[in-house]
């Protein structure tokens, strides 16, 4: 078995990753032992309460979408979106550069959300469903309905129209 010493600190960069894993369906493997607890062949990294994978490398944790996205493609970008929002699938097909806008606009709905339906909201004075959909912090739709499935409808393809391959509907 190949033994990295702590005094042999290298710089994290796509390299270096191969060196230290093999890829395989969104996972990472050691493919050398630092330590007792991390042997050759072992699945990297530890999971922590919102589904994103963490490791440690030389003293630093790293997300594991991230270390994955440097292996595929030689760079960080300052955010990693998870296209189909499940934090835990890695695979590299489901990850992607996004901006902040961009990872905003594939949240998934809020826990708050009373109408059941991304970006409708039930407006108590003129009771009606309101549409409102935001692009580059701004609103960029907005529009009253008394039909719940019409806003909802509504509501998507504005987000396809605007949001494009980052729009998410649940």
């Known amino acids: 078995d190949t033994r990295l010493s702590k ?3 290298k710089m994290i960069n796509k390299d270096y990753l191969h060196e230290l894993f093999e890829y ?3 996972e990472l493997y050691w493919k050398v032992t630092l330590s007792n607890k991390r042997k050759k ?3 990297a990294g530890c999971l922590l309460p919102k589904g994103y994978k963490t490791i440690g490398i030389d003293g630093k944790n790293y997300f594991m979408h991230r270390l994955i996205f440097m292996m595929f493609y030689g760079y960080l970008p300052k955010k990693i979106d998870h296209k189909d929002g499940n934090a835990k699938n890695n695979k590299i ?3 992607r550069n996004a901006s902040d806008l961009e990872n905003s606009y594939n949240a998934k709905i809020r826990k708050d959300n009373t109408s059941g339906c991304k970006g409708v909201i039930w407006h108590k004075y003129a009771k009606k469903w309101i549409v409102v959909i935001k692009a580059k912090n701004k609103v960029i739709y907005s529009k009253y309905f008394d039909n719940l499935e019409l806003a909802d409808l509504v509501a998507q393809e504005a987000r396809n129209k605007y949001h494009k391959d980052f729009a998410r509907h649940n």
Do not use: Q, R, S
């Open 93 to 95: 097909e489901n990850l």
């Open 41 to 43: 062949g072992d699945m």
């Open 24 to 26: 395989k369906d969104g």
């Open 7 to 9: 005094t042999n600190v």
